[in-house]
């Protein structure tokens, strides 16, 4: 079993829909959750932070469900831009080890 | 400031051959990764360097990747002969020394990763 497990999708959606990704993780040690975006050919970028009280930015929300060990995150009102994969992310041990799942890619079509 | 910055972006090589990759972190980080992402993948650590010391390299295969930073700023990653499955994305990327907010109140910092360097093993 992978330590990061997420859809890979594609999820197509039309613009203005809302769309949510799961993630689960194995690892119930784990402190620490991100979600990264990543555009085709380009680097990961840092999207958010997943806080187990949940956070939102902008038309982007995540929750993390300790319990259940996965981790959510939730986009409003999409917009063409949005296109990316989004990389869900666990940190494992005191040295910052970023685990990423496979991503899950949104397609926003017109 | 200036982002991480990676040379060359795109290399091809025949299998056997040996390739070098560089990074030059963000000024002023210590921490500094090197990731593999094959394509439909999501990144995976292969060394990380804290100042010139190797923090974790357990990811590496150490019979043919081998990784330096010397003084504790640049870093160059080879590989020595490549295989057909080394194709892949080789990320950089660097962290501060800073605290950020995690859930348990731990030090967890952002990474930010260079373009990578695209390799293709023919």
């Known amino acids: 079993r992978k330590e990061v497990e997420q859809d890979p999708g594609p999820f197509n959606v039309p613009e203005g829909a809302t769309v949510a990704f799961n993630c689960t993780y194995s690892?119930?040690?784990?402190?620490?959750f991100f979600w990264y975006r990543q555009d085709c050919r380009k680097e990961p970028k840092l999207l958010m932070s997943?806080?187990?009280s949940g956070n939102e930015d902008g038309r982007f929300t995540a929750q993390l469900n300790r319990a259940s060990q996965y981790i959510s995150l939730l986009i409003r009102d999409s917009k063409l831009s949005d296109s990316a994969t989004y990389l869900c992310?666990?940190?494992?041990?005191?040295?910052?080890?970023?685990?990423f799942g496979t991503g899950t890619l949104l397609a926003v079509q017109p | 400031e200036a982002g991480v910055a990676q040379s060359p972006r795109y290399k091809i090589i025949e299998k056997r051959q040996s390739v070098a990759f560089w990074c030059n972190p963000i000024s002023g980080h210590a921490t500094l990764y090197w990731y593999q992402q094959i394509l439909g993948q999501g990144p995976k650590l292969l060394i990380q360097f804290q100042n010139n010391g190797v923090v974790d390299d357990s990811q590496l295969p150490k019979d043919r990747f081998s990784a330096e930073r010397l003084k504790g700023v640049d870093s160059t990653l080879k590989i020595q002969p490549a295989k057909l499955e080394d194709s892949a994305v080789y990320l950089c990327?660097?962290?501060?020394?800073?605290?950020?907010?995690?859930?348990?109140?731990?030090?967890?910092?952002?990474?930010?990763f260079g373009p990578g360097t695209r390799l293709t093993v023919t």
């Open positions: 992310v666990v940190v494992r041990g005191a040295t910052n080890k970023l685990i």
């Open positions: 990327a660097s962290s501060p020394i800073r605290r950020s907010r995690g859930l348990a109140g731990g030090h967890t910092y952002e990474q930010y």
């Open positions: 690892n119930s040690a784990s402190q620490s």
């Open positions: 997943v806080y187990s």
